[in-house]
């Protein structure tokens, strides 16, 4: 149930990722709202440039035509009351009527915090009087008593932590309740995923929210269940088919071979006729080895052979074969070079001897079989980095690039179902590959040097 924790921290990422970018959309939206309102964010500025324009002379106060401008286009009146009378002297001429004409102390105080008869109003001072701005009443909003205890504004920031702690843990809470019915749903779904490879057959309860995902997946079980059924029982018969062939056909082979041998060393007959039997005799060698060799192939593909794996010296097995290889080459055609290096004289590795003398002797007779005008074999063992390979190659005939990849790919040993040599080739390759599989290790194929054919074939090391 690794993905369950996964999905969930997903969700909760999502959910604070959101929270986290509306809460900064809110910021940059409100920061651009204020600086639209720059323009009339000033007013006690402008009232102190009113008090500093407005200028007196014999006939009274006049005001500069371009700050009257300014209060028009701003729908705002203003007053100038005197110091010493307490009197207004001076006034726009969009002055409301209800605004007093005369002021006390208190009402000079009122109107400087707060509204005149409820129009906003702002103060400059002046030499001999107090200029006051008055706004529409739906322009500003002033706080009349900006007073706060010292202790919270001291502790506004923790205050503002808190609320944000709180408010989240709700916002997680309110999320998960939400959820908990499709985190329910979710986990038997996910454990019915994660068995379909396993080939386990899967139920899930048809029920909650992914009530449809959970009949998919019921049905897919079934099909799978269905189908790996089938084709056990298919490869059950056709290992036990190749099994009974190989069987019946050995008897009749032993016996055509046994004649032909005694026709081939019959003094009697004449030497063309010895040379027929000779040509059935190795034919039906030929044929043995591959009846083998399917047999063999079909045991390892369905588990049937057992592995007797123990610690064995790589480079002794491959000696040995390779001596066995030069004893039975009497006439000389396929030398084998052996380039193991001379100071490399144990390579342990964990394998069943008799399988891996099977592969090595498969691919020195592959070298053989596919190099009848003779040829080259090269024969090496080396160990690095805790691996063991063996290389067999030869500078016969080799195999052109479409075969090479042909013999990659091919995941049957029936290469081709007309030109005989591939096909021994191929199973003859598709039964090392086997092996080494069972032996952790693996079987590479390549072109070399010589322009021949190939077969590395590696295996971890032990110590």
């Not at 208190?106 to 906003?120: E, W």
């Not at 706060?148 to 709180?166: E, G």
């Not at 008897?251 to 055509?256: E, Q």
Request: some cysteine.
């Amino acid at each position: 149930m690794k993905s369950l924790p996964k999905l969930i921290r997903r969700f909760v990422g999502i959910l604070v990722l959101s929270a986290i970018l509306l809460l900064l959309l809110n910021l940059v939206l409100l920061g651009i709202i204020a600086s639209a309102q720059t323009p009339n964010a000033y007013p006690w500025k402008t009232a102190q440039e009113l008090a500093e324009s407005l200028r007196r002379d014999g006939e009274g106060y006049h005001l500069p035509d371009a700050v009257t401008q300014e209060l028009k286009e701003s729908d705002a009146w203003a007053i100038f009351i005197d110091n010493a009378s307490m009197q207004v002297v001076w006034q726009t001429d969009d002055l409301p009527e209800t605004v007093p004409m005369s002021y006390s102390a208190s009402d000079i105080a009122h109107l400087t915090r707060g509204y005149v008869n409820d129009y906003p109003t702002f103060t400059g001072e002046a030499e001999d009087g107090l200029a006051v701005l008055g706004y529409p009443k739906d322009r500003f909003w002033k706080h009349m008593w900006p007073s706060w205890d010292y202790q919270f504004i001291a502790n506004l920031p923790k205050t503002m932590l808190s609320v944000l702690a709180v408010n989240a843990a709700m916002v997680f809470l309110i999320y998960m309740a939400a959820n908990t019915r499709l985190l329910g749903s979710v986990r038997p779904i996910i454990d019915g995923i994660q068995a379909l490879p396993e080939g386990e057959a899967v139920y899930i309860k048809e029920k909650g929210l992914l009530c449809e995902l959970a009949m998919s997946i019921n049905k897919t079980s079934e099909l799978l269940q269905s189908q790996s059924s089938r084709l056990r029982r298919k490869e059950t018969a056709r290992a036990n088919w190749i099994a009974g062939v190989s069987h019946d056909i050995r008897t009749p082979l032993s016996m055509v071979m046994g004649y032909a041998g005694q026709l081939r060393d019959d003094p009697h007959l004449t030497g063309g006729e010895r040379q027929k039997a000779a040509v059935i005799v190795k034919q039906s060698e030929r044929m043995r080895n591959l009846i083998n060799d399917l047999n063999l192939a079909s045991r390892l593909e369905y588990n049937m052979q057992p592995l007797h794996l123990r610690k064995v010296n790589l480079v002794a097995v491959v000696r040995q074969v390779v001596v066995d290889f030069m004893n039975l080459d009497i006439s000389g055609m396929h030398p084998i070079e052996w380039e193991t290096e001379e100071n490399l004289t144990l390579c342990p590795v964990c394998a069943d001897p008799d399988l891996m003398k099977r592969a090595i002797s498969n691919l020195i007779q592959n070298c053989v079989n596919h190099n009848e005008q003779g040829c080259t074999i090269y024969v090496r063992v080396t160990m690095e980095n805790e691996k063991c390979t063996v290389t067999v190659a030869d500078d016969g005939v080799g195999a052109s690039q479409e075969q090479m990849e042909t013999l990659r790919r091919s995941p049957h040993y029936m290469v081709c179902d007309e030109i005989t040599t591939e096909q021994r080739h191929g199973l003859g390759l598709l039964i090392v590959r086997q092996i080494m599989a069972g032996h952790g290790g693996e079987a590479e194929i390549e072109r070399n040097a010589y322009g021949g054919f190939t077969v590395k074939l590696g295996m971890p090391a032990e110590g």
